[in-house]
């Protein structure tokens, strides 16, 4: 079988804008995404698509638009899908008439949560409620980051965590890692991604203004990349066929990129002289696997890998690891720079 290269495009996904409590116009938005040498972001105003008639090409960038669902709990980013979802039913029905309408959703900030409860929080209300009724896979938003920052920081802010929010990002917490892996490992494959939430609020405290976050500061975080078999095609609805397939698939990654940049195939599979990419399926009857978590930049050799298969840790390695599984499963791949979480990767699948 010959080897098909992979093409990989970097994307952020969960943006408001004025059309629903975003502060930046569709414009601002826009020329963040070009600054931030964004290929593609996705749109998700608050129960309206009225950003709809951006969607295409603009210059290098795909933009594309869908909604996040949005009752009092359980927010669910719908992707794909023509229409407005209406938010006033229960959430197995409203996640079913997603894919009834060709459409594929993602349960966002499902851990939201805070210190301080006198402020609102959206957590995903019921976790036994995690696919469509057909079986279909949902995602998880494994990390949000306004969810993220606005757990961590005090009830109320000192300044520099308005100015310099990093040291109060933490990462995915424990239990959504556990909830996603242990969803993989029953079976029931579910894909994960990281998710903004920008809105760039406006926030008046202790006498100071402040934008929490800037779009353009925001673009510089939580970035996906895709991984395709082809060029995204020029043709914008064919490119996000592309995008949501690979997305559904789990074939993709991120990576915080305040502490690194794109790393190219992190995380492969070889059998023989196939090589497997994140997302696909390997069978152990087929012959010896090894795993690789691969950093070929120079900036990442410092990178501390951790390969996670069946929700364990089983092996770590500075800027590269091998391993050989014997078990079927579910692997993947974790890094942390500077102490600070960075990069998640989507599942290799490897059955018996
Ligand atoms: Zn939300
Ligand atoms: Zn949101």
Known sequence: MAEQQRYT???????????????????????????????????????????????????DLLVLVGHEVTPTQSHFLALDVAEVINR??????????????GGFGVMAHPDDHLADRTLGVHPWSDWEIN???????????????????RSNRDSL??????????????????????????????????????????????IHHAGERYVVFPYFWLFQTLTNYVLLDAPLNRDWTTASRQV??????????????LYGPLPQSP??????????????????ADGPITLRGELSEPALADTELRLIGNGDGLHTGTGSLHYTPTAPGTYRLEGRRTGQPWLYTNPIYITA
Do not use: C
Not at 133 to 148: F, K, R
């Open 157 to 202: 802010p000192r300044p520099e965590q308005f100015t310099r929010p990093e040291p109060t990002l933490k990462g995915p917490t424990a239990n959504v890692l556990a909830w996603w892996d242990q969803l993989n490992v029953q079976g029931q494959r579910t894909f994960a991604l990281g998710g903004l939430d920008a809105h760039a609020f406006h």
């Open 9 to 59: 495009y970097a994307g952020v996904l969960h943006i408001h804008t004025t059309h629903s409590d975003g502060t930046g116009s569709l414009t601002d938005v826009l020329d963040a995404a070009h600054e931030s040498r964004l290929d593609w972001i996705i749109i998700t105003d608050h129960d309206t698509r009225a950003a709809s008639p951006a969607e295409g090409w603009h210059n």
């Open 244 to 257: 949501y397939r690979a997305l559904q698939q789990g074939q993709s990654y991120f990576v915080n990129r």
């Open 88 to 101: 006033e039913q229960p959430t197995q029905a409203f996640i079913d008439e997603t894919y009834a309408k």
């Open 267 to 284: 995380f492969t599979a070889q059998q023989a002289s196939h090589t497997a990419h994140i997302g696909d399926t390997l069978a152990l």
């Open 131 to 149: 696919r469509a009724s057909s079986g279909a896979p949902i995602g998880i938003e494994i990390w949000n980051l306004m969810a993220d920052w």
